[in-house]
Nanobody, 123 residues
């Protein structure tokens, strides 16, 4: 069974940095994509960054140039390096995964989720 465990969240001042980590295990197949999805209070879930099985990445426009998604060589840990943080980045951040080469088109299509880690950015 797939298990995802996030860590690294916290409180930081505007323009600060954080690195989120997601320990991933239990995959039954070798091809899977991984992603970071966030949800701010009172808002819907937003796909922040994706890492397809072929190594390609995507980012939501609001974080381009500030966030970087990556994975260790063993594919055991997913990272999200966040720099130049802004108050609007405040949200619960979830690590997600789905089998297949490419990440799903819609957030609701992800079958596996971590418990989330809170990121709070103060101005």
């Amino acid at each position: 069974q797939v298990r995802l465990l996030e860590s690294g969240g916290g409180s930081v001042e505007s323009v600060g940095s954080l690195r989120l980590s997601c320990a991933a295990s239990g995959f039954a197949h070798s091809k899977y994509c991984m992603a970071w999805i966030r949800q701010a209070p009172g808002k819907g879930r937003e796909e922040v960054a994706t890492l397809d099985d072929d190594g390609s990445t995507t980012y939501v426009d609001s974080v381009k140039g500030r966030f970087t998604i990556s994975q260790d060589n063993a594919r055991n840990t997913l990272y999200l390096q966040m720099s130049d943080l802004k108050p609007e980045d405040t949200a619960m951040y979830y690590c997600t995964t789905e089998y297949g080469t490419w990440c799903p088109k819609w957030v609701d299509e992800y079958d596996y989720w971590g418990q989330g880690t809170q990121v709070t950015v103060s101005s």
